[in-house]
């Protein structure tokens, strides 16, 4: 894998300074600016578990969007959406998602993210209704032009693996969050491994013994371990997001992390 022709992107208020970590930004346009001039290729867009009526996916034209990415010379590729934690997999749900896929194709949006937390956490006992669910997902990501479905979570490989056999599809992928999982799954190499090319997109944080996002390298994660095994199972075709802790400063924190990752993926071989 060479990293000069990785995707790379951030998560939407990742640039933007707030009390809170993962919250949708004040100003979310402004955040495209600072984006391109760090070196991002893309900012991943989030609807958050409730609905915020001031976020533009909801309550404003996409062509708002667009004109911020033309100016830019930026593209949208990935959203996910964090409802699904609050909601759950149901009904209720499915017809929240057509909504929101109907307002992702109109930004052409290449990846949706469904991060199977909280009340829609992955249980093998529940395996049958999950796959019939990620069945009407697909549908539904097919009717809007949306290519492909990942999956985060942290869930054991053999389960992930059972879910993948039934649905029986092509456009069915794994999000790998690096904080998220190395909190549960020590071995961050073999766990990578385990996955292989079923990971097309890798969440990028740190988190320390008490699962809290810290700032890259000061946390728990085996950074040097993860990127060897990234570059095990991936050539040019990967995407890496960072969703790290903001600190003080969050477009010196960006650049910072940048230069982390650079250079241990300099180092591993």
Known sequence: MNLDKAKIGIVQGRLSRSKLLHVFPKNPFKEFDNAKK???????????????????????????????????????FSACDDHIILKGINSGYLKYLENLLNKLSQLKIKRLILPMEGRAQIKEKELNRLVNFFKNVLKLCKKYEIPILLIESNCNYEIYEKIKKKVNSKNLFFLYDLGNRSFYHKNVFQDILKFNKEIKHIHIKDKDSNNINVQLGTGD??????????????????????????????????KKNFKFIYKIFKSVK
């Open 221 to 254: 994660v085996k950074f040097v371990d993860a990127f060897k095994a990234i570059k095990r199972i991936s050539k040019n075709n990967l995407v890496l997001v960072f969703e790290n802790n903001k600190g003080k400063n969050p477009l010196n924190t960006a």
């Open 38 to 76: 760090l070196g991002f290729d893309f900012i991943e867009l989030i609807a958050e578990r409730k609905i915020n009526k001031f976020n533009p996916i909801w309550n404003q034209d996409p062509e708002l969007y667009r004109d911020i990415i033309k100016k830019n010379k930026m593209n949208f």
